[in-house]
């Protein structure tokens, strides 16, 4: 792996990707109501790799699952390719979310009783993609990083860091233009969540697909070419 940071800039130079305009979110409970987004607004275009960090409670998973269409925000808009992503149908954002996004989560969520290669493949088959296309895109991809001789275990037999690199090749299954990525080495030790961060580095130099990472890790941040504050549900002016 390349552990050279990329040079930093203010935006990438392959064309907006995502427009995110004055985005609220806000949850009731109990009759309170709390702000958790506060008017964000970001530009991301593609083949970018964005950090964001802050303290717990700021709002950046919020924020991520809402980029994902995971969540619905309370005001504002997420223009993605000048198309806003809520004016969809439900049924609209669902083939969004699992044709052209691709998520990582702290914890990898695979699938016990199947193995590399199938975990890998589960959401080309909701999709309703040809089977063995599907189990032969993702031998490529568990060869691509790394995991060639692992591809038929299942995920008890594999390591943590093993298991975060199917998240990653799951992930990536669909081709997606943009990977959203939250806390994806919090759960592993330094040595292993720094291989898997390499990974995510070296795959976006390798495919130009836009990379958006909630972390907490500090030196991680600095090394992604952008990288945002976010505090009490809104972005800072400094930079990390």
């Given at each position: 792996?390349?552990?050279?940071?990329?040079?930093?800039?203010?935006?990438?130079?392959?064309?907006?990707?995502?427009?995110?305009?004055?985005?609220?979110?806000?949850?009731?409970?109990?009759?309170?109501?709390?702000?958790?987004?506060?008017?964000?607004?970001?530009?991301?275009?593609?083949?970018?790799?964005?950090?964001?960090?802050?303290?717990?409670?700021?709002?950046?998973?919020?924020?991520?699952?809402?980029?994902?269409?995971?969540?619905?925000?309370?005001?504002?808009?997420?223009?993605?390719?000048?198309?806003?992503?809520?004016?969809?149908?439900?049924?609209?954002?669902?083939?969004?979310?699992?044709?052209?996004?691709?998520?990582?989560?702290?914890?990898?969520?695979?699938?016990?009783?199947?193995?590399?290669?199938?975990?890998?493949?589960?959401?080309?088959?909701?999709?309703?993609?040809?089977?063995?296309?599907?189990?032969?895109?993702?031998?490529?991809?568990?060869?691509?990083?790394?995991?060639?001789?692992?591809?038929?275990?299942?995920?008890?037999?594999?390591?943590?860091?093993?298991?975060q690199r199917v998240a990653v090749a799951r992930a990536l299954?669909?081709?997606?233009?943009?990977?959203?990525?939250?806390?994806?080495?919090?759960?592993?030790d330094s040595h292993t969540g720094q291989e898997v961060f390499?990974?995510?580095?070296?795959?976006?130099?390798?495919?130009?697909?836009?990379?958006?990472?909630?972390?907490?890790?500090?030196?991680?941040?600095?090394?992604?070419?952008?990288?945002?504050?976010?505090?009490?549900?809104?972005?800072?002016?400094?930079?990390?």
């Open positions: 792996m390349n552990n050279a940071a990329p040079q930093r800039t203010e935006a990438g130079t392959d064309g907006r990707l995502l427009q995110i305009q004055d985005i609220c979110k806000a949850y009731a409970h109990n009759g309170t109501l709390t702000q958790v987004l506060n008017g964000v607004n970001l530009t991301v275009s593609a083949g970018d790799m964005l950090a964001i960090i802050g303290p717990s409670g700021a709002g950046k998973s919020t924020l991520l699952h809402i980029l994902g269409a995971l969540d619905s925000p309370t005001g504002g808009r997420v223009l993605y390719r000048d198309e806003d992503i809520f004016a969809r149908t439900p049924a609209e954002r669902a083939g969004f979310r699992n044709r052209r996004v691709g998520f990582i989560f702290q914890f990898h969520h695979l699938l016990p009783e199947f193995d590399a290669v199938e975990n890998t493949c589960m959401p080309a088959l909701i999709a309703g993609q040809d089977a063995r296309r599907c189990r032969q895109r993702a031998r490529e991809l568990l060869e691509r990083i790394g995991l060639g001789s692992r591809m038929h275990h299942k995920p008890g037999e594999l390591s943590g860091g093993e298991q299954i669909m081709g997606p233009e943009l990977v959203l990525a939250d806390e994806p080495t919090g759960n592993l390499d990974l995510l580095i070296e795959l976006n130099a390798r495919t130009r697909t836009t990379l958006i990472m909630v972390t907490h890790n500090e030196e991680f941040a600095r090394r992604m070419p952008r990288c945002i504050t976010l505090r009490d549900g809104a972005i800072v002016p400094h930079a990390c």
